[in-house]
């Protein structure tokens, strides 16, 4: 049995003692299933939306989606989605079901539901699995309830976030579920930008994210146009043993599960296709293709609408992935701070990524995990990165005699000279720089 959270279970034991039916279901099941703590709880019932308000009345209810039958019930700081049991019908524009039914069954409930392994519940007698999600949990699968084609024309999303689970949990896709979601890729046009970001982020930040991307290249460039051009693009370079698409790919892979630093590393190179050019030796070049690489990137994420923040992350580190690197404490000093650590510490990962998705290059490796490691050491003995260490301020440069944007263009400059390593950060030095006589 597995392990709920007893808060969780408080508000199926109430709904139960008011005479209904009332199971724990979806992702908190198939998790607890895999050993995996569940990280938010649904539960499924056969009390129509206002029984669910009566018999919750002494925990505060917020109507999630009344129309839908959903009430989320918080339990002790938890809160628990209570569905209405119900049939869905319909589906005329491959989003959401035209006509919603509540409905007595607990099968028909689980019927509706995207995969397998998403359609158990569970309830005071134990696993009730009508589909086989148990067996399909075991074999490690992700397969349509039901016929995948029908199933994927109902609703487009469920194309990625089968792409997504597989991706999450490690698992294959059953290949009549795999044929039907290659079929199904054009249709995730029709679903909502925001939706397909937050699940192709979530998919990027999967452990099996590189498995996926490679084996549904389509998908990828129905939701990244830009990327379309690279799949199987030869670089034609002894540095590179994969074709744009793959070699991106293989790079996210190796950047940490982060959003900025996966959408980074899976775009770093997407300018690379319209920037190429033969050279007389035989070899392709790609001059420029980092600038070319944030416009395109930047039109692919404005129009996945992720978010600015994330978005401008993204953009910075492509356009610095070829910055050259020195195993110098000057060059850490640098460039730490002007990026700040974080995103100097990302462009570092982007970068060592990059590098391992081509063929190997020793020399080079070595030298950007020297450039790290005296990034670190220099972090620990002389931390001054930001203006706010620096041992002079906004008003001693203006003692000095600075105004306006002079101030900042000083300070910068003394803080560049004191992170190299070339003037100490003391406050007399520091005012001697900005009062030279
Ligand atoms: P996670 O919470 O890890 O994202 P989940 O499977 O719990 O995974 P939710 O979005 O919380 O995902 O959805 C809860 C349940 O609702 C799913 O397990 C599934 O049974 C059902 N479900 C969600 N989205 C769909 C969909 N588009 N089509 C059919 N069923 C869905
Ligand atoms: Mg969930």
Redesign the pocket.
Same mark, same amino acid.
Do not use: S, T, Y
């Given at each position: 049995m597995p392990n709920w959270d007893p808060r969780a279970q408080k508000v199926l034991h109430t709904l139960r003692a008011a005479g209904h039916r009332a199971v724990l *279901?979806?992702?908190? *099941? +198939? %998790?607890s299933l895999l050993g995996i703590p569940?990280? %938010?709880y649904?539960a499924a019932t056969s009390a129509l939306p206002d029984e669910i308000r009566a018999a919750c009345s002494a925990f505060s209810c917020l109507d999630t989606g009344a129309k839908h039958g959903t009430v989320t019930v918080l339990s002790d700081g938890l809160p628990v @989605?209570v569905t209405t049991f119900r049939r869905e019908s319909g589906y005329s524009d491959h989003r959401r079901p035209d006509r919603v039914d509540f409905t007595s069954s607990l099968t028909e409930d &689980?019927a /509706? +539901? %995207?995969?397998t392994?998403?359609?158990m519940a569970w309830d005071e007698n134990g696993l009730a699995d009508p589909f086989q999600g148990r067996e399909d949990l075991q074999k490690r699968l992700i397969r349509c309830?039901g016929d995948p084609d029908t /199933?994927l024309e @109902?609703?487009a &999303? /469920?194309v990625i +976030?089968g792409l +997504? &689970?597989a991706a999450?949990l490690r698992f294959s896709i059953h290949p009549d579920t795999a044929a039907a979601i290659r079929r199904h890729v054009p249709q995730l046009a029709l679903v909502a930008q925001e939706r397909i970001c937050t699940e192709f982020t /979530?998919l990027l930040c999967s452990p099996g994210a590189e498995e996926v991307l490679l084996a549904f290249p389509a998908a990828a460039a129905q939701i990244v146009p830009e990327l379309a051009p690279a799949i199987g693009f030869d670089q034609r370079s002894p540095y590179h043993i994969y074709d744009v698409y793959t070699h991106s790919v293989k790079a996210m892979a190796h950047v940490p599960c982060l959003p900025a630093l996966r959408l980074a590393a899976l775009l770093h190179d997407v300018g690379k296709p319209t920037s190429f050019v033969l050279g007389e030796d035989g070899n392709g070049h790609f001059y420029g293709h980092e600038k070319a690489g944030v416009q395109l990137a930047d039109a692919a994420l404005r129009r996945l609408r992720l978010d600015n923040a994330t978005r401008e992350e993204v953009l910075f580190l492509i356009e610095r992935h070829h910055l050259p690197v020195e195993a110098s404490s000057k060059w850490a000093g640098r460039w730490l701070s002007r990026f700040g650590k974080e995103r100097f510490f990302h462009l570092l990962a982007l970068k060592k990524a990059d590098g391992a998705a081509c063929a190997p290059q020793p020399d080079a490796e070595r030298q950007l995990d020297q450039a790290e490691k005296l990034a670190w050491e220099l972090l620990q003995t002389s931390p001054c990165i930001r203006l706010n260490q620096l041992a002079v301020n906004g008003r001693d440069a203006m003692a000095a005699g600075l105004t306006g944007p002079a101030i900042g263009t000083a300070l910068n400059f003394l803080l560049s000279r004191v992170a190299e390593g070339d003037l100490p950060n003391d406050r007399d030095v520091l005012l001697r720089e900005l009062n030279p006589k």
């Open positions: *279901v979806g992702g908190c *099941v +198939r %998790d569940p990280h %938010d649904d @989605e &689980l /509706r +539901r %995207d995969f392994i998403n359609a309830v /199933r @109902e609703d &999303l /469920r +976030r +997504r &689970l999450q /979530r």
